[in-house]
């Protein structure tokens, strides 16, 4: 009887499963140093500053890196929406 993990050893070299540990690694961190430390930083800022920064870095990664992709979010839907009015009345 064949069950997944022995499939997926069969078709996956560990060089590949070492390979996906790297890219994880490397993905995390882009991930970490690119969304997550502006959205604890926007955190920070919707606190009022009551709560310490490295605090809310602590918290969550998922939460602070969410926060900061919904900013960004909203932010190129505004100005899409601000380009394209702009671009209506001329």
């Not at 499939?7 to 590949?16: D, F, I, K, Q």
């Not at 969410?66 to 671009?87: E, K, P």
Request: a positive charge.
């Amino acid at each position: 009887m064949c069950f997944p993990t022995q499939a997926r050893s069969t078709l996956y070299p560990e060089r590949w499963q070492t390979h996906d540990g790297c890219m994880n690694i490397i993905v995390e961190l882009i991930l970490e140093v690119l969304f997550s430390y502006p959205g604890a930083g926007l955190r920070w800022l919707l606190h009022g500053g009551k709560k310490s920064y490295q605090s809310l870095i602590r918290e969550d990664f998922t939460y602070n890196t969410f926060v900061f992709f919904i900013f960004l979010t909203i932010v190129f839907v505004l100005l899409n929406v601000v380009g394209c009015s702009s671009t209506l009345v001329k």
